[in-house]
């Protein structure tokens, strides 16, 4: 028997490590759900303007996607063990702060704090799986509980989040995670193994550059939402984001260790998946940023209800995801990615058509299962197109572009919503009407964005050689 063979975890001792990478894992997906179901009442609570109130979710996505690549990084060389309770060390301490809060400055520089825990947590809870299941059945098993959680956990997330702002405080919401958050440290002190640490150094000067040059980027979009594109609050940090990330690619160009090889794009349809999946993620998160708006505002819904009524696409996008395996085994991940964009891309159209006189289930309930659908099926293609033919040496690395895309994607996103959101409204006096008629305009922005997504998976993506696909890096994609 090898060495490995030997110090290899055993069944009983896997399922402790499993329980905690999935309630570590929930967390982090319940937190976002919550969050966005309970903006009307953080709105209220607190006094944010409509373009302020963005940054909630911007501040935590921004240094949440910022920081991903030097989060997966800090594990390699520190070790996963290490890094998985500092990343829920700083999300518990942040989530009590957020739910301490007193003024928007507050919870927002808390919600900020809490990404970048995120950004080492969620790394570390993806690699223990790996490091802890070996290649095979086992593994495959873990990784499907590990993607079935994000689905269950978005649909309770909203509905907790719901139930918590109407009957209790959105505050609670964050409270709860100080307990989980203490449980699941000493869960991680007690049952998980410390990884093998790596020679090397975390690529600092790259992390800082990315990570502002986006803070940069997306404040002036939510600036000029505010005040104007012709503002120097709006322009100056948009022409310095520019600079700082042309800084960036230059640094990792030369750096020995960089956060971002840049010989992840030399291949085409690679570089559109990552393209593509940043996008897609642009256009849908209006769809959850915007309709709990909709739907307590313009449909006149409580919290709780609203939460709820995002029921169709969260289940619908459980099962797609669940399906997804076969389909691709049946029609190839390219068509089933294209055919996902589409329906997503249809389902937001639709959605958007919706204004303050209409049925919920003809206008908002049917969209969505098109939209909970779509959304299903096209994760797990993109995944599989961003890390395809990516030699080992890179393999963390393409991974971690793959999530920062991820998340970046939807703080820019929600940026550029801002700025329509703001320029489509005051044309009615009626307030539903006017909230109907700016929602109605970013889910369309929205759909337009998933649209030019399909065309990259089209042009790039979908005229891959098939000899470049193995059954292997298909396999360990999902």
């Not at 982090?28 to 940054?55: H, Q, Y």
């Not at 290490?82 to 808390?110: D, E, K, Y």
């Not at 329906?343 to 919706?354: F, I, N």
Request: net charge positive; proline share 4%.
């Amino acid at each position: 028997m090898s060495s490995n063979q030997a110090n290899a975890p055993t069944n009983s001792s896997r399922t402790p490590v499993l329980v905690l990478v999935l309630a570590s894992y929930l967390m982090i997906v319940l937190d976002t759900s919550i969050v966005i179901t309970g903006l009307p009442k953080i709105r209220e609570s607190l006094g944010f303007s409509p373009a302020a109130l963005s940054w909630v979710h911007t501040a935590y996505t921004l240094t949440f996607g910022g920081l991903l690549l030097a989060g997966a990084r800090a594990g390699d060389l520190f070790g996963r063990r290490r890094m998985l309770v500092a990343g829920l060390a700083i999300f518990m301490v942040a989530s009590l702060a957020i739910g301490l809060a007193i003024s928007p400055t507050m919870l927002v520089a808390a919600r900020a704090v809490q990404g970048m825990g995120a950004a080492v947590l969620a790394p570390s809870t993806l690699a223990l799986l790996s490091v802890t299941y070996p290649e095979g059945m086992q593994r495959t098993r873990a990784l499907a509980l590990y993607g079935a959680t994000a689905g269950v956990g978005a649909s309770v997330g909203m509905v907790l989040g719901g139930v918590l702002a109407d009957l209790l405080s959105w505050r609670v919401g964050f409270f709860i995670n100080v307990p989980i958050g203490a449980f699941l440290i000493w869960g991680a002190t007690r049952y998980v193994r410390e990884s093998a640490t790596q020679e090397g150094r975390l690529d600092m000067p790259g992390a800082v550059l990315s990570t502002f040059g986006m803070v940069l980027l997306v404040f002036g979009f939510v600036e000029a939402a505010e005040t104007g594109w012709g503002a120097t609050q709006s322009w100056l940090p948009l022409v310095s984001s520019v600079l700082m990330l042309a800084a960036f690619v230059r640094h990792e160009s030369r750096a020995r260790q960089p956060l971002l090889p840049l010989r992840l794009f030399a291949d085409r349809a690679r570089a559109g998946a990552y393209v593509a999946r940043l996008l897609f993620l642009a256009g849908v998160i209006g769809f959850w940023f915007y309709t709990t708006q909709y739907l307590q505002g313009v449909l006149g819904m409580r919290p709780m209800q609203a939460g709820l009524a995002f029921l169709p696409a969260t289940v619908a996008q459980f099962f797609a995801a669940m399906a997804v395996s076969r389909l691709s085994r049946r029609f190839g991940d390219e068509k089933v990615l294209a055919a996902g964009l589409a329906l997503t891309s249809l389902g937001m159209a639709w959605l958007a058509c919706a204004s303050p006189k209409v049925s919920y289930v003809a206008s908002v309930a049917l969209p969505m299962v098109l939209l909970g659908i779509g959304q299903g099926i096209s994760l797990s293609p993109l995944t599989v197109a961003g890390v395809r033919g990516v030699p080992a040496r890179d393999a963390g690395a393409a991974s971690g572009v793959v999530n920062a895309a991820h998340q970046l994607g939807g703080t820019m996103g929600l940026a550029v919503l801002v700025v329509v959101f703001a320029a489509s409204g005051g044309h009615v006096a009626d307030e539903s009407v006017d909230l109907a008629h700016r929602v109605g305009a970013c889910l369309a922005v929205g759909a337009a964005l998933l649209a030019v997504a399909l065309i990259v998976v089209l042009l790039t993506v979908m005229r891959r050689p098939r000899s470049l696909e193995t059954d292997g890096v298909r396999a360990a994609s999902r």
